[in-house]
């Protein structure tokens, strides 16, 4: 099979989803290794998930290694080019169901084992420590918006009162991964960080149609907070960044 940039997306977008709700699913499920290991090894799991992802899309043919709708949408708008938008998010979604079943396959005894089915549900997608829709939906719009500024300043270079170079390709998604833990460190107690649409969708999307034991609602009513969040949020960021002529 020919490397694409969907194919990229896809596999990068699934590795991302499979490592990071991975660790979710070993900290959160009963009589794993990791059990009640805690929010550090979350967010890290989740920041080393994002590297390897933007490694692996970058071998599977996506150079430019989105593995997030909320990055395709404010970079069309910030170069003005739509070409991309749809087949990107499309592989991203297929990558992110296809992580999550991986998920379920990896941890399957212990979906019995756990009785508490929003603990199920953590596995698969975000939740609000306190449910509040219109808060949760600011601190998505907030953390995407630092993810998009991040990121775009992670791969700026230009001149100034310093001068700035290229940071090398090899290095960046490290520097990547380490926006993300900061996010989930310092904002993600709110809401999880979804800050990336079909991480939380599709997932969601699996749980409702796998075949886990006792797993409850997929709670549904609050699906639109983690995609309109980000969405807006990497909107709103792209026109900061054209603001100061990234």
Same mark, same amino acid.
């Given at each position: @099979?020919?490397?694409?940039?969907?194919?990229?997306?896809?596999? /990068?977008? @699934?590795?991302?989803?499979?490592?990071?709700? /991975?660790?979710?699913?070993?900290?959160?499920?009963?009589?794993? !290794?990791?059990?009640? *290991?805690?929010? #550090?090894?979350?967010?890290?799991?989740?920041?080393?998930?994002?590297?390897?992802?933007?490694?692996?899309?970058?071998?599977?043919?996506?150079? %430019?290694?989105?593995?997030?709708?909320?990055?395709? #949408?404010?970079?069309?708008?910030? !170069?003005?080019?739509? +070409?991309?938008?749809?087949?990107?998010?499309?592989?991203?979604? #297929?990558?992110?169901?296809?992580?999550?079943?991986?998920?379920?396959?990896?941890?399957?005894?212990?979906?019995?084992?756990?009785?508490?089915?929003?603990? !199920?549900?953590?596995?698969?997608?975000?939740?609000?420590?306190?449910?509040?829709?219109?808060?949760?939906?600011?601190?998505?719009?907030?953390?995407?918006?630092?993810?998009?500024?991040?990121?775009?300043?992670?791969?700026?270079?230009?001149? +100034?009162?310093?001068? &700035? %170079?290229?940071?090398?390709?090899? #290095?960046?998604? =490290?520097?990547?991964? @380490?926006?993300?833990?900061?996010?989930?460190?310092?904002?993600?107690?709110?809401?999880? =960080?979804?800050?990336?649409?079909? &991480?939380?969708? %599709?997932? &969601?999307?699996?749980?409702?149609?796998?075949?886990?034991?006792?797993?409850? +609602? *997929?709670?549904?009513?609050?699906?639109?907070?983690?995609?309109?969040?980000?969405?807006?949020?990497?909107?709103? /960021?792209?026109?900061?960044? &054209?603001?100061? +002529?990234?």
């Amino acid at each position: @099979m020919q490397q694409t940039p969907f194919i990229g997306e896809l596999i /990068g977008t @699934m590795t991302v989803i499979l490592l990071g709700n /991975g660790v979710v699913a070993n900290v959160v499920l009963k009589q794993t !290794k990791g059990e009640n *290991s805690g929010w #550090i090894v979350i967010t890290a799991g989740w920041a080393f998930a994002v590297i390897f992802g933007v490694f692996i899309a970058n071998a599977f043919g996506s150079p %430019g290694a989105h593995l997030n709708p909320a990055v395709t #949408i404010a970079f069309a708008v910030l !170069k003005s080019d739509y +070409s991309n938008v749809f087949s990107y998010i499309t592989a991203q979604l #297929i990558g992110a169901f296809l992580g999550a079943v991986i998920v379920w396959l990896q941890y399957l005894p212990h979906w019995k084992a756990t009785e508490d089915p929003g603990s !199920k549900l953590a596995c698969f997608s975000t939740g609000p420590a306190i449910k509040s829709p219109g808060a949760n939906f600011l601190s998505e719009f907030i953390a995407t918006i630092v993810l998009i500024v991040g990121i775009a300043a992670i791969g700026f270079s230009g001149t +100034s009162d310093v001068q &700035r %170079g290229p940071i090398p390709s090899g #290095i960046a998604p =490290y520097l990547v991964g @380490m926006l993300v833990w900061s996010i989930g460190l310092s904002l993600g107690g709110t809401t999880g =960080y979804a800050i990336n649409p079909v &991480r939380d969708l %599709g997932p &969601r999307i699996a749980h409702a149609i796998l075949p886990i034991d006792k797993k409850g +609602s *997929s709670e549904w009513s609050y699906a639109w907070v983690p995609i309109a969040g980000p969405v807006l949020g990497a909107i709103v /960021g792209a026109f900061i960044l &054209r603001t100061f +002529s990234f």
